[in-house]
T-cell receptor, first 110, second 117 residues
Framework: RKEVEQDPGPFNVPEGATVAFNCTYS??????FFWYRQDCRKEPKLLMS???SGNEDGRFTAQLNRASQYISLLIRDSKLSDSATYLC???????????FGAGTRLFVKA | DGGITQSPKYLFRKEGQNVTLSCEQN?????MYWYRQDPGQGLRLIYY???????QKGDIAEGYSVSREKKESFPLTVTSAQKNPTAFYLC????????????????FGEGSRLTVL
């Protein structure tokens, strides 16, 4: 079993739709959590950190459930430019203990 | 602007050849990393370095070598011993080695795409 698991998708949604991704992690010692965005053939870039209290950045909302060991990302009012792969990332303390999920692909269509 | 620069972006290699991928950062970060990404898989850690003149093997170090002679530079050599070297290679850095800085946030270069012919 992978330490960080995501539904690979693809998710195909129309512009303006709301879409949600989930991610589960297996190591209860995990300390910090992130969502990264990766465009096709580009490097990953930090989208947002994830906190137990939940956090929001514009159209994006991230949530962490430590008891169930899952992380979610909600995108409201999807834009064409949101089309990308979203990586769930879990850190167990120290940059070298960062584990990446394989990513969820999102396609937003006009 | 601070950042991480990788070169070359695209590289073709014949079987049996060693190649070296360059990674330079001007973020003044202590820690640097090399990852490999294959289609449908998450990033996998090849090597990491938390401080100058020290580096450690990651999960898939076989067939690779690194050096860390300067804080700014962390080159990766893909040797002929690497059985399946065709992949997208990403260099990253973070503020602190053990703390990871900012709760583990990594900053990436644009990547180097290696193809073995």
């Amino acid at each position: 079993r992978k330490e960080v698991e995501q539904d690979p998708g693809p998710f195909n949604v129309p512009e303006g739709a709301t879409v949600a991704f989930n991610c589960t992690y297996s190591n209860s010692a995990s300390q910090s959590f992130f969502w990264y965005r990766q465009d096709c053939r580009k490097e990953p870039k930090l989208l947002m950190s994830v906190y137990s209290s939940g956090n929001e950045d514009g159209r994006f909302t991230a949530q962490l459930n430590r008891a169930s060991q899952y992380i979610s990302l909600l995108i409201r009012d999807s834009k064409l430019s949101d089309s990308a792969t979203y990586l769930c990332v879990v850190n167990r303390g120290g940059g070298f203990k960062t584990i990446f999920g394989a990513g969820t692909r999102l396609f937003v269509k006009a | 602007d601070g950042g991480i620069t990788q070169s070359p972006k695209y590289l073709f290699r014949k079987e049996g050849q060693n190649v070296t991928l360059s990674c330079e950062q001007n973020l003044n970060h202590d820690a640097m990393y090399w990852y490999r990404q294959d289609p449908g898989q998450g990033l996998r850690l090849i090597y990491y370095s938390q401080i100058v003149n020290d580096f450690q093997k990651g999960d898939i170090a076989e067939g690779y070598s690194v050096s860390r002679e300067k804080k700014e530079s962390f080159p990766l050599t893909v040797t002929s011993a690497q059985k399946n070297p065709t992949a997208f290679y990403l260099c990253a850095s973070s503020i602190g080695g053990t703390s990871g800085g900012a709760r583990g946030e990594l900053f990436f270069g644009e990547g180097s795409r290696l193809t073995v012919l």
